[in-house]
């Protein structure tokens, strides 16, 4: 049993496909109790052939386009109910195309509450509807994609995501949390090639954390890329430059009173110094006489 964490950040995850007559399995109850799940199983018929996340940050928020190129594996028609799950979407911003055409979409939106218990052969996510809407809140989106026989096409889910941490202050507290959840995803028949681009703007132009390794491409550009799924959702936390910093402490409303916290021993400090000085300059007259 693997266990792992809902994350807040940066993030859209294609999740698996069920059966359609065990669609009920993967909804959430309209009116769920804490503990209530969403429930995903293996899917045997749909491979990914290639995932191309594109995430470009945009002040106190993320532009993220995900597109998926998917292939039915079979010699039959399949028509499959997806779900997609992500933190803090803007829902007036979505859109989700299937084979170049605007699918209809299903969006709710729950409360989340506590770790994701992880299970081999099923996948359950613990949520709450009816949450506390400053709460870190979790929102699924639902549509159908029909496949003809060996079929292969693009799908693309595109959003606007707004950063966790404190993306907009002005001062040195200033950071921003990009998450996204990659892990189940390995619920697919196959899963072949991932490619993330990450554009950063320039109020939080460096990467200061990442549990995976970017490669940087060019001025405030990175990439990562993988032939494999990691065995981690993703989580980013960008940050100012060195320079940007030093004036963001001058900023920070809490410098006059840590300066003033501090000025007693600055005082002491100086006094030992100047009566150092004082002392040397004693001694190397009496030498000098």
């Known amino acids: 049993m693997k266990r792992l964490r809902f994350f807040v950040v940066l993030t859209l995850l294609l999740i698996l496909v ?47 386009t995900a597109t998926y190129c998917l292939q039915n594996v079979t010699q039959k028609a399949v028509s499959t109910e997806t779900m997609f799950l992500s933190p803090n979407m803007q829902q007036s911003d979505l859109q989700v195309m299937v084979d170049g055409k605007e699918a209809k979409v299903t969006v709710n939106s729950f409360a989340l509450q506590y770790d994701t218990q992880i299970e081999t052969e099923d996948w359950r996510y613990a949520v709450l509807t009816d949450g506390d809407p400053g709460q870190q809140r979790v929102d699924s989106v639902t549509f159908t994609m029909d496949f003809a026989p060996k079929e292969a096409y693009d799908v693309v889910i595109s ?9 907009e202050y002005d001062f040195n507290v200033k950071q921003g949390i990009i998450e996204y959840y990659l892990t189940p995803a390995a619920m697919w028949k196959d899963f072949e090639d991932l490619t993330i681009n990450l554009l950063l703007d320039e109020e939080m132009p460096v990467i200061s954390e990442s549990n995976l390794e970017f490669t940087k ?13 990691p065995g981690e959702n993703l989580r980013i936390v960008i940050d100012e430059n060195w320079f940007q910093n030093i004036f963001s402490t001058l900023r920070s409303p809490y410098l006059s009173l840590t300066l003033m916290a501090f000025f007693p021993f600055f005082l002491i400090l100086l006094v030992l110094v100047i009566v150092l000085i004082w002392w040397k300059r004693r001694k190397k007259r009496k030498h000098s006489s």
């Open 18 to 64: 069920l059966p359609k007559q065990a669609y009920a399995n993967m909804a959430a109850p309209e009116k769920a109790d804490i503990g209530s799940s969403i429930t995903f199983s293996q899917n045997e018929e749909i491979a990914v052939r290639s995932e191309v996340l594109d995430i470009v940050v945009d002040g106190a928020y993320a532009d993220i």
């Open 159 to 167: 959003y606007r995501y707004r950063l966790g941490g404190y993306p």
């Open 217 to 229: 491409i060019d001025t405030r550009k990175y990439q990562y890329r993988s032939d494999t799924l």
